[in-house]
């Protein structure tokens, strides 16, 4: 389907990027555009202007500091996280970057627009979560960082507001991680993930089972009490046409001691 006749604005600069935003409630911003250029294909939404941040070099790259933190510009694509030296401090996000989709879409999809997407299914809201990311919005009246456990807000929705943009993603040091999903084929779309950080205390947290990453620390790594710390959140996710409430439920037990098991031979 084609798409309807929108605006275009491609900003050279941050700051001319949140004045277009900022002036047009229907501006939205283009990342890497394998989400918001389907939704438009389907017409099931289309802003009014693209604002296409592919020019704002601001916005991209990836930055190792000498105490291990990693920093990633939200316009990083999964294959140069892949590729990047620098990510390899954090193996686990050049893994799972690799497990997403296709070539195709992995040279053009971004960490950021992953991440503000906030689609249950996606790979990286819940690694993220279990990282301890942390998340800079700018904004006309400055700039602020949040946490995973308020960035992720619900399906779909974050703490970037209207006339904000994610400029880039904190991950603090550290290499023992997993990450564990049931896919739909090779490269699908998860119907469960977990994943695992245990730098200091014993972090998980659960994609696809709710509408933001679930964030929980089990009292030891011991399988029982994963399944146990599971088991007490009370999970309540959706069924739908690929697994039923109870499955989720049951694969997530089951994906936080893999994830857990892949943290500890990390």
Known sequence: MLLREVAYAKPESLAEALEILAADDGARALAGGQTLINVMKARAGSPDTL???????????????????????????????????????????????????????????????????????????????ALGARFTIAGRGGEQTVPAEEFFLGVYLTAVGTGELLTKITIPAGRNDGFAAVTLGVDGTCVVSAAASLNGSARLALGCVDAVPVVLSPSSTDPDAVRQAVRDTALDPPSDVHASSDYRRHLAEVLAVRAIEQAQRS
């Open 51 to 129: 604002v296409d941040l592919s020019g704002l070099d601001d916005l991209k790259g990836i930055e190792l500091g000498a105490d291990g933190t990693l920093e990633l510009g939200a316009m990083t694509t999964y294959s140069e996280i892949i590729a990047s030296s620098e990510a390899r401090a954090r193996p686990i996000l050049g893994e799972v970057c690799a497990q997403i989709a296709d070539v195709q879409v992995r040279n053009r999809g971004t960490i950021g627009g992953n991440a503000c997407t906030n689609d249950p299914t996606n790979h990286l809201p819940p690694l993220l979560a």
